[in-house]
């Protein structure tokens, strides 16, 4: 019962380097999302997918870039990484009118 | 803007006791609010919703008030115990289903 499972778990990265942060969901959800995390903050919505082939923006999605590459998974690339972006990394999943299914985390630094 | 404020400070209580947390919201008229709970290192995990038009919300030792005139939920943890230590978030909801996160109390029951 895997539910909804984020890699790496942890990444450190120099300034400018990029990545991926991967996740996939078994539940069968048609909506992805991806938030950060960070000290004395809510979590703050990065980019959402409400169905396969579809990618919005949400709240602070600058810097980062978003591929929903079919109904289980949905990835999150920095494609120069910068300090600011030090952060712990959630992905979530639902259905319509549910409440969401989180990851537990990627913990990103960045140096 | 948009702003949702939980008590920054954490909540000591001793085990046995009641803890009341409080969100508050504020430029927003949510349908409905739903609180999570997060443990350290692990992504937040779905407690209970309530609507709108419901004041009162009960599951097991755990009760949700909403006061839409007031913008204010309340959480409640009834006779509580050292495995309810966790930090509690609540997330207005409209009724798109986009929800913004406050920043969490944190929660620490002594035995």
């Known amino acids: 019962n895997a539910g909804v499972t984020q890699t790496p778990k942890f990444q450190v990265l120099k300034t400018g380097q990029s990545m991926t942060l991967q996740c996939a969901q078994d539940?069968?959800?048609?909506?992805m999302y991806w938030y950060r995390q960070d000290p004395g903050m809510g979590l703050r919505l990065i980019y959402y997918?409400?169905?396969?082939?579809?990618?919005d923006k949400g709240e602070v999605p600058n810097g980062y870039n978003v591929s929903r590459l079919n109904k289980r998974e949905f990835s999150l690339r920095l494609e120069s990484a910068a300090p600011s972006q030090t952060s712990v990394y959630f992905c979530?999943?639902?259905?319509?009118?549910?409440?969401?299914?989180f990851g537990d985390g990627t913990r990103l630094s960045i140096l | 803007s948009q702003k949702i404020e939980q008590n920054s400070e954490a909540l000591n209580i001793q085990e046995g006791k009641t803890a009341t947390l409080t969100c508050n919201y504020t430029?927003?008229?949510?349908?409905?609010l739903q609180w999570y709970r997060q443990d350290p290192g692990r992504g937040p995990v779905f407690l209970l919703l309530?609507?709108?038009?419901?004041k009162e919300k009960r599951k097991e030792r755990l009760k949700v008030t909403f006061d839409t005139t007031l913008k204010q939920s309340l959480f409640h943890i009834t006779a509580s115990q050292p495995a309810d230590s966790a930090t509690y978030l609540c997330?207005?909801?409209?009724?798109?289903?986009?929800?913004?996160f406050g920043a969490g109390t944190q929660v620490v029951v002594t035995p």
């Open positions: 997330a207005p909801t409209d009724s798109w289903g986009k929800l913004q």
């Open positions: 997918s409400a169905s396969e082939g579809t990618t």
């Open positions: 979530a999943s639902r259905d319509p009118g549910q409440p969401q299914h």
């Open positions: 309530i609507r709108e038009n419901e």
């Open positions: 430029n927003y008229s949510p349908a409905y």
């Open positions: 539940m069968n959800h048609n909506s």
